[in-house]
């Protein structure tokens, strides 16, 4: 019953390079979010969205840039990857109100490493 | 601005023991807690929240608005308690602020 779909679970980019991440949810959500997770840092805010077409800068939205076309997908874009931007990136989703325990639902993460 | 704090990134306590996870918070409107846990090779997922006043798996944390603190606590430890747990805080709009993560390791 996977809800956030995070489209790859591994992935290695050369520093440089253009690279998406994709997050595809299926609880028709119209809040998408993209954090990164280090160790020591916990969970950062990269961007979020709130609706189609729209976006919100979190808390550490240089060197990114977010994508969402349609409600189900929202792709996070590292526009010339760098070799700190190698991390944990989390997906999650919310829909609006007070759900049975207001939750975020977060994906299995993809772990990217540049070199 | 908001801000969590776990002042504590490593936590190793035997089985049967009290365990406690601290957060701190720093906010100046009414905040909403949560706690959240990521066991190993899963999905980080919610615990439980402070206006639910629940306890989830014998865990329970109040919201100290005073010492701005939403401790965690379980007075028994069980080895499956193991994970890494994060404080988050719910300011405004959808967003949530997490703290760095406390790791728990419960030994037998």
């Known amino acids: 019953d996977v809800k956030v779909t995070q489209s790859s679970r591994y992935l290695v980019k050369r520093t440089g390079e253009k690279v998406f991440l994709e997050c595809v949810q299926d609880m028709d959500h119209e809040n998408m979010f993209w954090y990164r997770q280090d160790p020591g840092l916990g969970l950062r805010l990269i961007y979020f969205s709130y609706d189609v077409k729209m976006k919100e800068k979190g808390d550490i939205p240089e060197g990114y840039s977010v994508s969402r076309e349609k409600k189900e997908r929202f792709s996070l874009i590292l526009e010339s990857a760098s070799t700190n931007q190698t991390s944990m990136y989390l997906c999650?989703?919310?829909?609006?109100?007070?759900?049975?325990?207001?939750?975020?639902?977060f994906g299995s993460g993809t772990r990217l490493t540049v070199v | 601005a908001q801000r969590v704090t776990q002042p504590e990134k490593l936590l190793s306590v035997f089985k049967g023991a009290p365990v406690e996870l601290k957060c701190n918070y720093s906010y100046s409107g009414s905040p909403e807690l949560f706690w959240y846990v990521q066991y190993s090779r899963q999905r980080l997922q919610l615990l439980l929240r402070?206006?639910s006043r629940e306890s989830i798996k014998g865990f329970t944390a109040d919201l100290n608005k005073g010492e701005t603190s939403f401790h965690l606590k379980k007075p028994f430890a069980q080895e499956e308690d193991s994970a890494m747990y994060y404080c988050a805080l719910k300011a405004s709009g959808s967003r949530l602020t997490f703290g760095e993560g406390t790791q728990l390791t419960v030994n037998p």
């Open positions: 999650a989703s919310k829909g609006q109100g007070d759900g049975v325990r207001y939750g975020y639902t």
């Open positions: 402070h206006i």
